[in-house]
Each structure stands twice: as C-alpha cells, then as structure tokens.
C-alpha cells in the first residue's frame, strides 16, 4: 500500500532571500533521509512562504525491503582453538551478527579459510524510520541563525508549529518545547489555524485560510496580476526576476496593486527612481510603450483586496518621502565641482593599513597608465584612462551616494556628464565596478575596461602587501571575485598581459611617481600568482576543459593570462588530432631530459660540438620559433608539433647525456631551449593521452 507524508515547519517569518534555498535544502536532506533509511517512494512535493517549509513525500511504501547478506568474520584458524572449539572472538562475531555459532559456515578466499554467516534483516516499517524526521529539521543550515526564549537551539527564525501526519495519522515529535501533529496555521491576518485530516489535503485546508503554500503557483499569480494591471493601463512592465522572486517570498496571500507619484520626480535620474521603488520598496517600475519610465507603480500586499485604497495611499505616502529625500541630494550634489569631491576623498579610508581613498586613485591611475601602454592604447584612449583614473571614486562622498549606496558609479557617471566630463570618462567612471558578480556584465567600453582592471590590480595588490590574503571561505574584500573579474576582461578582450612583467613595470610607475603610499606590489607575489592560477582554474573549469590540460598550463612558465587560457582551449582542441598522442609523447620527452640540465643564466649552444645532422636540423627549428615573434598558442603549439619527426630523429641519432661534459652541456641546454618554448604552451608531461 503506498503512503504519503506530510512534514510542515511552521515559523516566524523568513527573510525573503532565505526562503528558496531553504525549501531547496530541506528536499535535499529528506531525499538523502529515504536514500540512506532505503525507503522507496514516488515523488517529493515542496511548499514555502515566509512562515512555512513544508514537504509531502509521496508513494511510500510499508516498509523498507529486507536484506539477505553473508556477513565475513576471523579466519578459522582464530574462530577455532586446536580442538575445534569456538573461541570468544567467534562468539563475539555471531552475537555481534544477532546469531550464534550454530549458523557459521566456512568460505576459501585465497586458500584460508574464513568464518561467514548468512543474516536476514527484516526491512522496519516506514512509520518507525519517518520519526528520524525530526534530525533532518534540526540539521537545516541557514546563513543567520538565532536563538530564541531560553532555549540554546539556533534556527533562522522561532519554530511556532510543526505537522507530522503519514496518512490520516500523527507522527509526533518534539523540538524544543513545539510538538509535531496536525494543526497548521492560516494567513496571519486574514485566516485561522486549521486541522489537517490527512496528508492530501494540505493545499485546499490553507488556501481556504489564504494561504497559497506552492511557491511557483503564488509566482505565476503575482505575475499574472501585475500583467493584468499593466494591460489595463497600457503599460510596459518586465518584472525584475530577482524582486519577483523576493515578492513571492514576501506574501502568501498575493493582491497586486497599482499606485503613482509626482511627475516633477522625474526630473531625477531615472535609475534613482528605480532603485528607490525597485530596491527599497519592493515597486515593479512601469515605462510607457516607447520605453519612457512613468511616475507609476506596481506593488504586492499580502492580503486580499480589502481596503487596499488605504494600502495605496500609504505606499505612495513612502515612496514621495524617499524620492523627495532623492531630490534634495541630487540638487545639493551639484552645487559642487567634482574637484570638491575629489579633495575630500583625502580623508576617506580605503583601508586603515593601505591609506586614503584618494592615494588609491592615484596609485590606480600609475597602474592603468602601465595597461594603457602595454597594449598600446591611442592618446586619445590614454587621456581619457588618465582623467578617469583621476576622479572616479568621487561620487562616493556625494550625498546621493550616501543615501542610496546602491549607485555608486552611476551617479557617478550622471554627475560627471552635468560637470562637462566626455562620455568615455563618464562610461567608465560606472563600469569600473563591472563585474560586480561572479558572471555579471563585463565594461563595454575600453576606457571602463581598463579602469576596472586598475581598480581591480590595485584591491590585490594593496590587500596581499598588507598581508589581508584570503584564506578558506574567508574573502572580506571579495578579491577572489576582483581576481576573476580581472581574468574574465583580459579574456574577453583577448588583452594579452604578462602578470610578472606587468607587476615590475607596476613598481617601477609607482616609485617614479611617488604613488606607492606604503603599498609593495613585490610583498607576496608568488601568493598573487597562485590567486590568479585558481581564478584561470575556476574559468577553465566553467569552459569544462579537463583536468589534465587545466593543470599543463597553470605549471608552465607563461604568465599571460590570456594566453594561458588560449593554450587550454589550443590543446583541448587538439586532443581529437590522430597525432596529438606522438607529438605529446615527443615533446615530454625533451621536457623530462631538460629536467637534468644543471645550467642557469644563459643556455648557450655552440653548433661546432654537434656530431651528428639530426643536431643541427632541430636546433636550426628551434632557433627560428624563438626568433618568431607574436605568436599565437595556436601557432607555437603547432610549430612545436611539427617538430616531432626532428625530435625522433634527434634521440634516435643522439645521446644526450654523453661522457663529454661539453657535448653533454651543450645538448641539455638545447633540450633547454626547446622545454622552455614548450612551457610557454605548459607542463605536457600532465597530458593524459590515450
């Protein structure tokens, strides 16, 4: 007979950003529960609002299955004395089985002799392995814990009700001092607590308290009604995934609604207007149908639609006090030059042991000086890095800036277009945050670009100088995302950058133009290195080039980053070749045999020791792809690859370690010469090749 099992946590209300991944968590936990308790079953349903997790598993059956298994125990040798009596380490074994002596046989495994027993153990009945449920609901982990009454328990919020019902009956257990049956609760407001007489009936007893418990259906509504109110007024709407999804996880009982306010608000940047409804309000914006933002609204109560003009009016009420609040800095602001600005970033801490904000800026604009050069930027491009470098954090002490932290950069960009600024300084005064995510949009322009990798350089360098390098989960500075967001634009961008070269020329700009303030971009370096290895990795990882190539070009000897990836892709494409196997397996053997080369400095080779044609033939090759410049990966490694007939032929011919200490010398800095051009491309002795 197959089952079903309801599971209900009735809370305090949910932050709204913690209510998907929770329900999502607590279907992991339970289908891991079934899989280790061997329970079968058909499906899982899951139900959430801000005061609920709940689970119906259903299809269970009465029991777990039994399982017949031969249990192994001591070799017969130690289950027997000479006499053939059983010792204690038998007896211990089948009473440990649930048996006795009396069921043992004898298996031969690699000629000895082996104790066994055969056991049934009979499968327990579901109703008995489902009050295991209660270590599920306490293992839930939620990014803010808290404690509650006297209790020393932690959860994300006080747990008020559970339900516990297989079928029509309860199975109870206890969490502190809440017992599990089967009253639920309604709507706060708008319902009353209701029993449940079984598992099934879960949806209609709580949507006949207003409470839709199916988070996608509450979803679909809310989008359904704002739809209708858009269509009804003619206007366009896109609602926001991320705030539909945060609404959704605000209400149970969803009434959408339509309000306004003042035209004259918007004279104000409309991203002021849309953040102040869209990010303090919880409003879905409304534009007309060419594009054009109106002074309307769309909002959701978690209610019905009983005095829902009141509802209006008091959401107007706070909408107008914050944008007039956003009116009145955006009016003051400009009574200021951006100079003004600029000045008082003297005294605004980056960091208490890195400095000022405004000794960031200049030691920012050093470094992007440094990129703008390096890849070979017009004077018009390197005028317009150079002035933005010079001002692009002074929206920060703005008083827009102050109140609405959100548009940092973008008002920053709204002030320095009204203050005369082009709009590639402009442009790139907002991109410089960009990415501000793991996959968020990268900058557009050049001038965005090459700020945001400045900013970016600088963050890392400043933070691993001081000694702050992030450890475990622990990145206070998200420098692992300034680190990826420094590999992602290099590589969209095909921007070539030698990390090692880069941080020299760094030192060298900061120290002539006295920018360093205390910052040594030498201090932990090999660390920075490795930073940048396991964001490549991470990218690589994403692009699911394997493991093997992953490692071969992060234990090279190149450290451009976009090389580096390039070289991954050139040899995951590559590994479909009918001749990637023999050029591999020719190219790791130079590497392995210039392991032995004790030389330094200089790898000099003097063509009058060679003895024999193969010797000359590949160091002339190798000579000409070093004199080769602005190769691609793609072109080394297929220069490389078209060696493999002068290798063969060279080991064939050629004994490299020879009793000549000369000859010897000079064929393993040959061997040399060659592994470092094949570094470049990576370490292919990591190659897997089949």
């Known amino acids: 007979m197959a089952h079903n099992y309801l599971l209900e946590i009735g809370l305090e209300e949910i932050p709204a950003h913690v209510v998907t991944p929770s329900i999502k968590q607590l279907v992991q936990k339970v289908t891991a529960f079934l899989k280790e308790n061997r329970l079968t079953y058909d499906s899982i349903d899951h139900f959430s609002t801000p005061r609920r997790l709940a689970i119906r598993i259903n299809g269970l059956g009465d029991q777990q299955p039994d399982i017949e298994e031969d249990a192994k125990g001591p070799a017969r040798k130690i289950a027997q004395d000479a006499d053939g009596n059983w010792t204690k380490a038998a007896i211990g074994f089948t009473r440990g089985q649930g048996l006795t002596v009396e069921d043992i046989t004898f298996k031969t495994i690699k000629g000895t002799d082996y104790v066994y027993v055969h056991k049934l153990i009979k499968g327990k009945m579901t109703k008995e392995i489902l009050t295991g449920i209660k270590e599920v609901v306490e293992s839930i982990n939620f990014p803010t814990m808290m404690k509650w009454a006297n209790f020393d328990f932690k959860y994300v919020r006080p747990i008020r009700w559970l339900v516990s019902i297989l079928d029509e009956e309860v199975l109870p257990f206890s969490i502190l001092d809440v017992t599990a049956g089967r009253r639920t609760e309604g709507h706060r407001f708008l319902g009353e607590a209701v029993e449940l007489a079984n598992a099934e009936e879960y949806e209609a007893k709580l949507h006949d308290q207003f409470v839709i418990v ?112 956003a009116a009145f800095f955006y009016e003051e602001d400009q009574k200021h030059d951006i100079n003004y600005y600029v000045d008082r970033l003297k005294k605004v801490s980056f960091h208490d042991k890195i400095g000022s904000m405004y000794e960031k800026m200049q030691r920012v604009n050093s470094i992007a000086k440094v990129i703008g050069n390096t890849l070979n930027l017009n004077q018009t491009e390197l005028d317009d890095i150079d002035r933005a470098t010079m001002i692009y954090k002074f929206d920060l002490v703005t008083g827009m800036v102050g109140e609405f932290s959100e548009l940092q950069g973008v008002m920053g960009e709204k002030y320095a277009q009204l203050n005369g600024e082009n709009q590639a300084v402009a442009q790139a005064i907002r991109e410089h945050y960009m990415p501000n995510s793991a996959e968020g949009d990268l900058p557009e ?33 998200a420098l692992r995302r300034h680190a990826y967001g420094i590999v992602r634009i290099l590589n969209s961008r095909d921007w070539q950058l030698d990390l090692n070269q880069f941080k ?49 070009v992060l234990t090279g000897n190149n450290h451009d980053v976009t090389e580096i990836i390039e070289a991954a892709q050139v040899l995951a494409d590559a590994k479909a ?23 330094s400095g200089e790898l000099n080779v003097d063509p009058q020791l060679f003895n024999n044609a193969s010797e000359g033939e ?59 051009l094949i570094l470049k491309i990576g370490d292919l002795t990591n190659v897997l090749v089949k």
């Open 214 to 325: 199916d988070a996608d259906e509450r979803k679909q509504l809310i989008s359904n009604q704002i739809k209708a109110i858009a269509e009804s007024n003619r206007w366009n709407v896109t609602p926001n995934p991320g705030l539909l999804e945060e609404v959704n996880n605000l209400v149970e009982w969803p009434t959408a609604f339509n309000g306004g306010f003042d035209e004259k608000y918007l004279a104000i940047p409309e991203e002021v207007l849309i953040t102040s409804m869209r990010d303090h309000q919880r409003f879905f914006f409304v534009r007309d149908q060419a594009g054009k933002l109106l002074p309307n609204f769309i909002s959701v109560r978690n209610g019905n639609e009983e005095f829902i003009e009141n509802v209006v009016r008091g959401n107007e009420k706070v909408l107008t006090a914050r944008l007039e609040d």
């Open 445 to 477: 322009s050049v001038t965005g670009a090459v700020v945001a990798l400045a900013d970016k350089f600088d963050n890392i360098f400043s933070f691993f100088s001081a000694g702050m390098i992030p450890s475990g989960s622990n990145d206070p500075y």
């Open 504 to 552: 020299s020329q760094v030192k060298t700009e900061l120290a002539e133009n006295g920018t360093a303030f205390g910052v040594d971009v030498d201090q932990n370096f090999d660390q920075v290195l490795n930073f940048f290895n396991d964001r490549i990795k991470q990218l690589l990882d994403h692009q699911k080039i394997s493991h093997d190539i992953v490692e071969t």
């Open 577 to 599: 070749s009918s001749t990637f196997k023999d050029d591999i397996e020719a190219l790791t053997r130079v590497q392995r045999i210039a392991t032995k080369n004790e030389e």
């Open 618 to 676: 590949l160091f002339d090759q190798i000579i000409k792809i070093e004199a080769a410049n602005n190769l691609t990966m793609s072109q080394l490694f297929a220069r490389l690859c078209e060696l493999t007939p002068a290798i063969s032929k060279y080991f064939d011919a050629t004994m490299v370690m020879d009793k000549d200490e000369n000859i010897k010398r000079n064929r393993l800095n040959m061997m040399s010469r060659l592994a470092n």
